[in-house]
T-cell receptor, first 111, second 117 residues
Framework: NAGVTQTPKFQVLKTGQSMTLQCAQD?????MYWYRQDPGMGLRLIYY???????DKGEVPNGYNVSRLNKREFSLRLESAAPSQTSVYFC??????????FGPGTRLTVT | AQSVSQHNHHVILSEAASLELGCNYS??????LFWYVQYPGQHLQLLLK??????LVKGIKGFEAEFIKSKFSFNLRKPSVQWSDTAEYFCAVNEGGRGSTLGRLYFGRGTQLTVWP
């Protein structure tokens, strides 16, 4: 039982490049989330998916897209990376009472 | 939307000192409450949670928190901290009460705890 897994762990992009961050959970959770974490800003919600087939914007969705591929997988795409998207990205899924379980994170640098 | 306030940005303590981190939220309805811990370079881990019942909840590693509904507060405490407790601590709130399947959490901005040996 791996919980929430994310790939890659680290990534460096040049401005304008695109990439997809992958997330999968094996806890049979309906809801999944993408956050970014920046110093002094705490966690900010980018997008979430309450169930397979649905996605909704969070606090900071601009510059990102998501796909809920199936119940297990929820990917985050940066179409044209910008230096402001340099951050640590966390995926999470939530259990029955709303407690969230986080993946190990992806540290992204955009130069 | 829910807002969550953590009063202290950075707390510095010596080992064996007692700890209390404040957390207040704005939503007046039924809530689920959580504290998460993030050790340096790691992801957030659930420290403890409150859904209903006894307002004093115990979590891992000797931490506890008290839900005071009248004060919209959920403060985290530990009687005697250790150097290994150095980490960032996040309070989080979920609207909807027990059984909510939409677990959208609202996080505070975090409190960095530094414990000197």
């Amino acid at each position: 039982n791996a919980g929430v897994t994310q790939t890659p762990k680290f990534q460096v992009l040049k401005t304008g490049q695109s990439m997809t961050l992958q997330c999968a959970q094996d806890m049979n959770h309906n809801s999944m989330y993408w956050y970014r974490q920046d110093p002094g800003m705490g966690l900010r919600l980018i997008y979430y998916s309450a169930s397979e087939g649905t996605t909704d914007k969070g606090e900071v969705p601009n510059g990102y897209n998501v796909s809920r591929l199936n119940k297990r997988e929820f990917s985050l795409r940066l179409e044209s990376a910008a230096p402001s998207q340099t951050s640590v990205y966390f995926c999470a899924s939530s259990g029955r009472h709303g407690e969230q379980y986080f993946g190990p994170g992806t540290r992204l640098t955009v130069t | 939307a829910q807002s969550v306030s953590q009063h202290n940005h950075h707390v510095i303590l010596s080992e064996a000192a007692s700890l209390e981190l404040g957390c207040n939220y704005s939503y007046g309805g039924t809530v689920n409450l959580f504290w998460y811990v993030q050790y340096p370079g790691q992801h957030l881990q659930l420290l403890l949670k409150y859904f209903s019942g006894d307002p004093l909840v115990k979590g891992i590693k000797g931490f506890e928190a008290e839900f005071i509904k009248s004060k919209f507060s959920f403060n985290l405490r530990k009687p005697s901290v250790q150097w290994s407790d150095t980490a960032e601590y996040f309070c989080a709130v979920n609207e909807g009460g027990r059984g909510s399947t939409l677990g959208r959490l609202y996080f505070g901005r975090g409190t960095q705890l530094t414990v000197w040996p």
